[in-house]
């Protein structure tokens, strides 16, 4: 239905945004142009673990660099 496809794209723009700024809640709220409370509802509405991503991204970015 088109409330999934909103929740599931809301939900991955979230998450590339958490990614990209190290789960950091203010930046990413800046990036996606939204309040940082707002951001932090969506987060728990979503259930949207921060640490899981941030450690995915180091992970990523460790295997990246032992590729070299």
């Known amino acids: 239905s088109l409330n999934n ?8 723009a ?12 203010s ?7 939204m309040s940082r409370q707002s951001l ?4 728990k509405r979503y259930q949207i673990n921060i640490d899981s991503i941030v450690r995915n991204q180091s992970a990523s970015r ?4 032992t590729n070299w």
């Open 27 to 33: 930046q990413s709220a800046r990036l996606l142009q």
């Open 5 to 12: 496809t909103i929740q599931n794209y809301t939900r991955a």
């Open 62 to 65: 460790n295997k990246h660099i």
């Open 40 to 43: 932090q509802y969506r987060i």
């Open 14 to 25: 979230i998450c590339e945004a958490l990614k990209r700024t190290n789960g950091n809640i």
